[in-house]
């Protein structure tokens, strides 16, 4: 392994890097991959004598992918070193498709990224039936959403999914028309990371049945929104973490707590029941879970695409970044 930085493939006969032909983000074109070629007025013979349409394509798609990779990883340095010292840094070799990849290889490395680490899910959504009603219900306030999921390697065997869970707020003093929308935005995405973040790493809340309640309607805080925790204090915590990055004073007595119907489901559900003939296992209940905090985004009313303001997974392209 030498010491001169290693570019992203595929590269030029002096060793520099061809850029994406178009933007990684809009799809829109940047440039022409062959110089000799005008995309507006192209010759009558656009294809050369020695044409190859496969390198053609590793040509084309090779800096696309590694674009997004180097996207996904932009909390690693940004030498392109093989390195595979750590396990991200060792999935980024992985991942980085290279001048002599066969079509095997590529598909390897595109399946990985887009696939089982879940690049190519990005701003997926199904719904079931209508969705007349997707928008935020209160005109033009912005929500902050803060989404917890499970550790992948907490979950057992038998475990079908991980557990996770949402939590939001309404900027009651921030409209989608507000002018600093976006300043305010960046000083709240900054909060969230002081709040939320420990050493590059989301806090964690063990989910359970208890229902802890927050109402603070002028400050965002509906009532239809609670806290599944397994004590008070854990749910506490979050919602004093909430106050602070909206900069509002946290009121304990506006906290309420529902007791469940019964206990939680602490171990793995064994009852199974018949449904249309199949056999099923009993659904748990509000099962007692750690679960980890991955990102906050913001929807904003008239936008057609969340805004993620905070990203710990490293697959969006936050207002702020982690490695910052």
């Known amino acids: 392994m030498t010491d001169t930085p290693q570019f992203i493939p595929p590269r030029d006969q002096l060793g520099r890097q061809f850029p ?139 475990q079908s999914r991980k557990a996770d869970a949402e939590y939001s707020i309404r900027l009651m003093e921030l409209e989608n028309s507000s002018t600093n929308l976006k300043e305010k935005l960046t000083e709240i995405a900054n909060e969230i990371k002081v709040q939320f973040v420990e050493n590059k790493r989301g806090i964690v809340l063990i989910k359970g049945s208890l229902g802890i309640i927050y109402k603070d309607t002028k400050n965002g805080f509906s009532s239809g929104r609670k806290i599944l925790a397994s004590t008070e204090a854990d749910a506490i915590d979050i919602y004093k973490r909430m106050c602070n990055v909206i900069d509002k004073i946290f009121d304990e007595n506006k906290i309420s707590v529902t007791n469940p119907k019964k206990n939680s489901t602490t171990g793995e559900v064994i009852e199974t029941q018949i449904i249309m003939g199949k056999t099923r296992k009993k659904k748990a209940y509000r099962r007692v879970a750690s679960v980890r905090f991955r990102y906050a985004y913001a929807l904003i009313p008239g936008e057609p695409q969340p805004l993620f303001l905070v990203d710990t997974t490293y697959r969006y392209n936050p207002l702020v970044k982690i490695s910052s």
Request: net charge negative.
């Open 20 to 158: 994406p032909t178009s933007d990684v983000t809009t799809g829109r074109t940047l440039t022409p991959h062959v110089t000799a070629i005008n995309a507006k007025t192209p010759s009558e013979v656009a294809l050369p004598d020695n044409f190859d349409p496969f390198e053609h394509l590793q040509a084309i798609y090779i800096p696309q992918h590694n674009a997004l990779v180097k996207r996904y990883f932009s909390d690693l340095a940004d030498d392109w070193k093989p390195n595979i010292a750590s396990a991200r840094s060792s999935l980024r070799v992985a991942c980085t498709m290279l001048d002599n990849d066969n079509q095997s290889m590529m598909s390897l490395r595109h399946h990985l990224l887009f696939d089982l680490l879940g690049y190519g899910k990005k701003n997926l959504v199904v719904y079931y039936g209508a969705n007349e009603s997707i928008d935020p219900p209160v005109e033009g306030h912005p929500k902050i959403v803060f989404y917890f999921s499970q550790d992948s390697h907490t979950l057992s065997a038998e």
